[in-house]
């Protein structure tokens, strides 16, 4: 499996059959408004006792934030709040796994 997320987009016009691909790093934030929209949120869950410490430096390191910011998400993760589309959670709980911590991604149902 891949250590990043990767996204591409396909389109093909109905009137002249023009057909494109566009696929890039970061997603764009109307791409994932609309993931969010269409497909609906996951949340990360990870089960106690979990430790602060392995789960700050995992969030640290793919997120890019700082210790201030880190605090503010290890909150949300850890009473269940954090949430993303799911093929983000899924990532950030491989990557907790893989680093000793029982981390799952889930759907929302509303």
Not at 24 to 51: F, M, N
């Amino acid at each position: 499996m891949g250590e990043t997320l990767r996204w591409d987009v396909e389109s093909t016009c109905s009137s002249c059959g023009l057909a494109m691909a566009v696929c890039g790093g970061d997603l764009p934030d109307e791409l994932r408004s609309r993931l969010l929209s269409e497909r609906g949120r996951a949340r990360l869950r990870v089960s106690a006792p979990a430790s602060s410490a392995i789960i700050m430096r995992v969030l640290r390191a793919e997120l890019g934030i700082g210790l201030g910011g880190v605090k503010a998400v290890l909150g949300q993760v850890l009473s269940g709040q954090y949430s993303g589309t799911l093929p983000e959670m899924e990532l950030l709980a491989r990557k907790l796994r893989a680093s000793g911590i029982d981390a799952v991604a889930s759907e929302v149902v509303d």
